[in-house]
């Protein structure tokens, strides 16, 4: 079945400085990719997403980037701050009639230092 | 204009005792997804119901767990007899039509710790 790999599993960075954050995927039919934050405690909650056929989206300090031929997609986070910090998921999915089943990754925990 | 509410927020069970996690999704939503999370760990997917109907039961346990979405109230998720397994946080989601991979918007979830 489809698998969803994130590394690192931890990361620290100095406020100010860029995270990059990777995932790749096993499902080729794969068309839809998420990423959410969470807070301890809190709900997962979706921060930019991209869909197969485009190759980089961006949102202000974030962006996401996707290597269909490669199967791998990066959350890229410029000019880091500390309520930045929190762990980050990734998610695959198919399109069609499975579009509701996400795969997540195992999480990002994210430190920005200040 | 509330969003997916879910509750109970925390909820203590012992082992072999039952418990019972609701939630309403947002109004005119006539589906509903549950995942879960294990401690330290990315969400599964357990089920997704529609009114009356359950379309997909795929990432549900084949013992103990049950789910439903009555015509009327919120869609409950029942586990039978826990035990410290289960312990892990219960999300809910839902769409107005079948879910067409926009992002899912969460409730807020309820917390199982089994003891």
């Known amino acids: 079945g489809e698998n969803v790999e994130q590394h690192p599993s931890t990361l620290s960075v100095q406020e100010g400085d860029s995270a990059v954050i990777k995932c790749t995927y096993s499902?080729?039919?794969?068309?839809?990719f998420p990423w959410y934050k969470q807070e301890l405690g809190k709900r997962p909650q979706l921060i930019i997403d991209?869909?197969?056929?485009?190759g980089e989206k961006k949102d202000q300090r974030i962006a996401v980037t996707l290597n269909k031929t490669a199967k791998h997609f990066s959350l890229h986070i410029t000019e880091t701050q500390p309520e930045d910090s929190a762990v980050y998921f990734c998610?695959?999915?198919?399109?069609?009639?499975?579009?509701?089943?996400?795969?997540f990754g195992s999480g990002t925990r994210l430190l920005v230092r200040p | 204009n509330a969003g997916v509410m879910q509750n109970p927020r925390h909820l203590v069970r012992r082992r072999g005792q039952e418990a019972r996690l609701r939630c309403s999704p947002m109004?005119?939503?006539?589906?509903v997804y549950w995942y879960r999370q294990l401690p330290e760990e990315g969400l599964k997917f357990m089920v997704y119901?529609?009114?009356?109907?359950?379309?997909?039961e795929s990432g549900m346990p084949k013992e103990r767990f049950s789910a439903e979405f009555p015509k009327e109230g919120p869609s409950i998720l029942r586990i039978q007899q826990v035990v410290r397994g289960d312990s892990a946080a219960y999300f809910c989601?839902?769409?107005?039509?079948?879910?067409?991979?926009?992002?899912?918007?969460f409730g807020s979830g309820t917390r199982l710790t089994v003891v």
């Open positions: 989601a839902s769409s107005p039509d079948k879910f067409l991979g926009y992002g899912y918007t």
């Open positions: 109004k005119g939503h006539s589906h």
């Open positions: 991209i869909r197969s056929n485009v």
């Open positions: 119901l529609q009114k009356e109907n359950i379309i997909d």
């Open positions: 998610a695959a999915s198919k399109g069609g009639d499975s579009s509701y089943k996400l795969i």
């Open positions: 499902d080729s039919a794969s068309n839809y």
